[in-house]
């Protein structure tokens, strides 16, 4: 009996060791998109910082970042992507019919999203608060100020329904003025047809760099009043393709934890001992593009293509851009944010 539990514990073990190593299948969307050689990402229809295209219709922001960075871990290149501008009204759609294979456009995770869309959020690239912006002319200086104000908000968002909670629980009888278009809640509150605008408050810094005639006529107001952790999702019924969009947004985190930036990965790649560099570049023996379907250099071509999350982060929103943004809570965990990676091992 005792020679025969052994045999069946190393049986056991045996199998569990084969499982382990056992390479990711490629499911049905990550197929369908590599026959396609492209892949179609949902991105906001304008929001600087974020997605917006310019003149020659090149897009760029930290969610075209994380477009880029899959396509290239998965496709081998950063430009083979096909960017789908969709309203907050199309955009659900748009991914549970299949129009677009992942949607990053600056989209808050909830659990009503979560639970009932058919979609899986794949992790946070940026957290954020819903705040308000006034006229400085207004003299306003606290959201509790708004009673009785009207404020325009775009519809089939989070930002319309914290606004109706706001209001309601500290009974300011607050006025929304909803349009379903962006540019068309940005362009009334412009022009004056509402005492103040909500959104994201990256949003709403965006929005005053750009769309504001006279940017410093316009104030951001000190309150959040909610949580907004913005994120990529895919559709449900691809495990394979939910985990690489996931491990990718992590190598990027896990790359500025290691000093890893674009400039300086090939050198990292040639010359680093550090067994965690060498494991997240594809260096020596151990292969995690293996438990993903992907070869060894995913994750240093992702890098590669856009820099790791910090330099992201400065690049598109930073406080040497035009929006203008601390990195605040979006700082690394070691450094007193929220940014934690998992390891990538």
């Known amino acids: ?6 045999k069946l514990t190393a049986l056991t073990l045996g199998a569990t060791a084969a499982l382990m190593a056992a390479p990711a299948f490629a499911g049905k969307d990550v197929d369908a998109i590599k026959k396609r050689g492209e892949l179609n990402c949902g991105v906001n229809t304008g929001l600087p910082g974020f997605s917006a295209a310019d003149s020659q219709g090149k897009w760029s922001g930290m969610d075209v970042d994380v477009c880029r960075s899959v396509a290239a871990a998965l496709l ?7 960017f789908v501008p969709l309203t907050a009204q199309q955009r659900f ?18 659990l009503t999203r ?5 979609i899986d959020f794949t992790g946070v690239n940026f957290y954020d608060g819903q705040g308000f912006m006034v006229p400085k002319k207004l003299n306003v200086k606290s959201a ?14 989070t930002t319309e329904l914290n606004l109706t909670d706001y209001s309601r629980a500290n009974k300011l009888n607050i006025k929304p003025v909803v349009f379903e278009k962006l540019e ?25 760099a750009k769309d504001m ?17 913005l994120g990529p999702s895919v559709r449900r019924g691809d495990d394979d393709f939910f985990a690489i969009v996931k491990w990718v947004g992590f190598a990027l985190i896990e790359a500025e934890e290691y000093g890893i930036t674009q400039a300086n990965v090939d050198e990292m790649k040639g010359s680093s001992t550090n067994p965690s560099v060498m494991r997240l570049l594809g260096m020596g023996n151990e292969d995690t593009g293996k438990l993903l379907g992907l070869d060894k250099e995913w994750a240093y071509r992702a890098i590669k293509a856009v820099g790791n999350y910090g330099e992201q982060f400065e690049r598109h929103v930073g406080p040497k851009t035009a929006i203008g943004l601390p990195r605040g809570v979006n700082n690394l965990w070691t450094q007193g944010g929220l940014m934690y990676s998992p390891p990538v091992r």
């Open 144 to 157: 509790k100020q708004l009673k009785g104000a009207t404020v325009c908000v775009q519809s089939g968002t």
């Open 213 to 229: 005639a006279k940017p410093d006529d316009h104030v951001i107001l000190p309150e959040l009043i909610s949580k907004e952790p």
């Open 76 to 82: 081998g290149d950063p430009n083979k992507v096909r």
């Open 93 to 110: 759609t748009a991914l549970q019919s299949g129009e677009i294979d992942m949607l990053a456009r600056n989209t808050t995770w909830t």
């Open 114 to 118: 979560d639970a009932s869309l058919g």
């Open 184 to 208: 068309a809640a940005v362009g009334a509150y412009a022009s004056g047809r509402c005492q103040a605008y909500t959104t994201d408050a990256s949003g709403l810094a965006s929005t005053r």
């Open 1 to 6: 009996m005792k020679f025969q539990s052994l």
